[in-house]
């Protein structure tokens, strides 16, 4: 299969991977020949990339970042904790939310078990869901970034579970803010914006009274916006003030936002996002924390369309587990014309670089 911008689909192409709301039902499935109708259909829901059937790589294997099953379960799980925070407030019925602080900690423990497992690094481009509400589907994605920097710095069993809890957690105080601010699908004004902003405190307000939730996730949704240089919020705290955990869920909320799409911005690729991080280490993010990124999430995802620096061309075969921007190529052409397909590791040859991925 070959990923692609779903702005290049062309009439008659074959849909190479199935595509699910993130209630488990199926939007479409794989091997539907795509209509015009349909294309419009996936660009008018946000759809930014696809798979596409392609006979030169057909047998490239995509492995999601989560079963689909788990995905299912973590989704379910946020929405019934979720709803009833909002539903309840401060005042949510605490044997529910106890219930499913507990099936949170089952979810974090599947996913890191699932993060053990695989034998490639795990990509999230290629998880291709539609969500109703993207707050749910940016939480998961952000935990399992930030579990996957976690186990990357060796942090231990206890720790993971907290800093999972945390992350999907971060963003909880949002739950408090006007739904059209919140959902609102173009950029906000100044004074949405400053609104905005205090997801933060209320989030921490709300975990920090609860007596399920530990002090350390609490601050997760206290300072995931903070920044080391200070120029972060809600309160400007640098360097180590700002608890690892908050540094490793902000790296991973920046990461999870620019490759989202918006309707005001397109999403970026993942090595485009771990450029922007990169970027921002020297002032915003530890390196430890990027490094460890860079070394657990696919930059290049599999079936993707890359350019090498000694001018040949080919798709990602697979990845090479640790050393996430140096996967594994299929050669298609040299300087332009097709050859007899190979293949060439790049974790073995280090004078070859990528310069270049192409989505058509």
Known sequence: MRLVATATIQP?????????????????????????RLIERLEEQGITYVYIEDEETKDIDIE???????RQDATSSMKKLFGNIQQSK????????ADETRN????????????????ESISLLTDIYLTDDYIFQHSLNVAIYSLAIGAQLKLNAKELSELGKGA???DIGKLFIDPDIVQKPDQL???EYEMMKTHTTLGYDYLRKNRHYSSVIAHCAFQHHERINGTGYPRGLKGSEIHLFAQIIGA???????????????AMLPHEGLELLYSSA??????RIIEAFKNSVAVYPNGISVELNDNRQGVVLKQNKHICDRPVVRILKERGQKVEPYTIDLSKQLNVIITKCNLV
């Open 168 to 170: 999907i957690l971060h």
């Open 252 to 266: 991973a909320d920046v990461f999870d936002a620019v490759t989202s799409n918006r309707v005001y911005r397109k």
């Open 12 to 36: 008659g192409d074959i849909l190479g991977q199935t595509i699910h709301r993130d209630n488990g039902t199926i939007l479409l499935h794989n091997g539907v020949p795509l209509t015009k």
């Open 189 to 191: 004004t100044d004074e």
């Open 104 to 119: 949170l900690s089952d979810i974090i423990s599947r996913i890191m078990g699932e993060i053990d497992s695989h034998e």
């Open 282 to 287: 020297v002032n915003q993010f530890d390196i």
């Open 90 to 97: 401060l005042k949510a019925n605490t044997s529910v939310i």
């Open 64 to 70: 999601p970042a989560i079963s689909e099953r788990l």
